[in-house]
């Protein structure tokens, strides 16, 4: 009976009830620890390959790579995109507890198998010299960016929605 006094006076007073403040932390941690951190690293990713694509190559796709390209693509991806990858894969493996639901989603996993494909691919190359295409066997999700900017909306609607007393 006093639980239900405190809940109803928390309610006529304004207040968030304990559930409403425990959302609210909830999705602070989805946008600082996954969402926001994940989309800088996808977007930072995005406009290097566009840059190395324009600069380097200079044209608008990388494979297949001729010559040069290749000593150029191996640095790269070997200096900045493996391991970014790798701390995206990272991020959405130490936060799984920040995904809403009991899966991943699609985009989240296809990122998963295309690092894992594209280090197991590499580091055979590196140990054995078997050569490889230079790339992972599954594309990067292109859908990852798009779907992220929509989760941070979403998670940034409910926030507010939240923060309304009442």
Known sequence: M??????????????ATPSQDAERVRVDRQLNELYRPLLALVAESRVSVEDFMKTKLMRDWIFPLKGDEVTLWLEKAEGELMP??????????????????????????????????????????????????????????????????????????KKAALAKPG
């Open 2 to 15: 006093r639980k239900a006094r405190l809940i109803l006076l928390s309610l006529a007073a304004g207040c």
């Open 84 to 157: 970014r990858n790798e701390r995206m894969c990272a991020l959405i493996r130490e936060k799984r507890d920040l995904v809403d639901g009991p899966e991943l989603p699609a985009t989240f996993k296809a990122l998963l198998e295309h690092q894992d494909s594209w280090r197991e691919l590499h580091e055979k190359w590196r140990k054995d010299k078997t050569p490889y295409p230079w790339h992972s066997r599954t594309p990067f999700p292109r859908r990852l960016e798009p779907e992220l900017e929509e989760y941070i909306k979403t998670l940034e609607q």
